[in-house]
């Protein structure tokens, strides 16, 4: 187990690895883990080191205590207000970081399962969105309060929009209300909904299954899936297309359907 430290030594984000699954825990309960300094930090360096190791297979998110994050530390960044720009520059490197850390999760070869119990708002409501799946316990509950003290949640909305419908995203981005799991479900937030406790247990189910996988499949799966969402129709099919070819001329793709013709199990080597 891993452990990124604070200035106090109480460690901030935990690392466990089993079975090709390695498990992060933001470790911050008494602060309501705040995406503070630190906890970008630690995220960030923690997802570049996954990005390039072959033994995870799939990522899980979760966190300590009953908030699984409150989003951005506000005291820490109120404090700038004092700094001579007002904290424009501050705000501006802060949010920066955020938005780099958010989209290091999608770049990700590894799928990323956010396991939420509790509440997740304002950038905490982000990270959930920014995962490629989630699963929410029953008590979970997902806001974007910014509008209520005059700050959109603007750097949320990026995720938000691209999970939700535009209806749905709005919704929450105007109105700031607390949104419950059941419902978080059905406007697309989190795929599945379990009981209160259990969200890790089914992170960790879901997380097993994919883990059997080829992982350089789901790394190509994945990758190609966030690339064509971004393009029109017709280059959306191209590209699709295109990665579809290499798929197939791949090892692992070779190995699947002789499995698979043959009835037997697939033994993957990851080409």
């Known amino acids: 187990m891993n452990a990124h430290q604070t200035p106090e030594a109480a460690p901030i984000l935990l690392r466990q690895d089993n079975g090709g699954i390695a498990t992060l825990t933001l470790n911050r309960p008494q602060a309501r883990n705040p995406l503070s300094e630190a906890m970008l930090a630690a995220l960030s360096e923690t997802f570049s080191a996954i990005a390039v190791d072959r033994s995870v297979k799939v990522v899980i998110l979760t966190a300590a205590g009953p908030v699984f994050s409150a989003g951005h530390d506000l005291k820490e960044m109120?404090?700038?207000r004092a700094d001579a720009d007002r904290g424009r520059g501050y705000f501006t490197d802060i949010l920066g970081r955020c938005s780099t850390m958010m989209q290091q999760i999608?770049?990700?070869?590894?799928?990323?399962?956010?396991?939420?119990?509790?509440?997740?708002?304002?950038?905490?409501?982000?990270?959930v969105a920014s995962c490629d799946l989630a699963v929410a316990g029953e008590a979970a509950r997902f806001c974007t309060p910014g509008v209520h003290i005059g700050l959109f949640c603007s750097t949320p909305m990026v995720a938000l929009s691209r999970n939700l419908s535009a209806k749905h995203a709005l919704e929450m981005l105007l109105l700031g209300e607390m949104v419950p799991a059941d419902e978080a479900?059905?406007?697309?937030?989190?795929?599945?909904?379990?009981?209160?406790?259990?969200?890790l247990a089914e992170a960790q189910r879901l997380a097993a299954v994919i883990a059997s996988k080829s992982p350089s499949t789901v790394k190509i799966g994945k990758r190609a899936f966030y690339e064509q969402r971004e393009m029109g129709l017709k280059t959306a099919y191209d590209h699709a297309s295109a990665v579809m070819v290499e798929n197939m001329l791949a090892h692992d793709a070779e190995e699947g359907i002789g499995a698979f013709v043959e009835k037997r199990a697939p033994v993957w080597d990851g080409q």
Not at 111 to 127: K, N
């Open 106 to 127: 999608t770049a990700l070869p590894q799928p990323v399962i956010a396991a939420v119990e509790g509440t997740a708002t304002a950038a905490g409501c982000q990270l």
């Open 78 to 80: 109120t404090a700038h």
């Open 185 to 199: 479900a059905r406007m697309g937030l989190v795929n599945r909904v379990v009981p209160t406790g259990d969200a």
